[in-house]
């Protein structure tokens, strides 16, 4: 498993050589994404590019996955998911805009979550 190797060069200290694998565990996991000609576990590896991404510090990473979730698994659980870590990320690069869009994204396709609550907080303390 791509993610499996990453961090193991992590644990190992060797964060240039996970840096190196980063690109090929993307193409990998994009290979899988489209064999998976049913789509049942598309999310998954989309997901693990996520994590490789954020691992990666690559805002531009973590923005295109989650679009691309967004585009083909927009009521998927792992959707929701990635649209708190994608917020969080873009707060974090200094993208208030883009993270309060993610928060209403994630209040519009599910409302309903155990979540839903804390998100709207988070909404009024930033003005969104």
Request: glycine letters at 8%; aromatic letters at 10%; charged letters at 25%.
């Amino acid at each position: 498993a791509p993610i499996a190797v990453i961090q193991h060069y992590i644990r190992e200290g060797r964060r240039s050589a996970a840096q190196l694998y980063f690109n090929k565990a993307i193409t990998t996991y994009r290979e899988l994404v489209v064999r998976d000609s049913s789509g049942q576990v598309a999310p998954l590896f989309r997901v693990k590019m996520f994590q490789i991404y954020a691992a990666g510090k690559d805002s531009n990473g973590i923005y295109e996955i989650t679009e691309e979730m967004l585009r083909n698994d927009p009521k998927h659980p792992y959707t929701a998911q990635i649209l708190l870590e994608a917020a969080r990320a873009a707060k974090s690069y200094g993208n208030e805009r883009r993270a309060l869009a993610y928060l209403r994204r994630f209040l519009q396709d599910f409302p309903r979550s155990p979540l839903a609550g804390e998100v709207r907080g988070e909404l009024r303390e930033h003005g969104g």
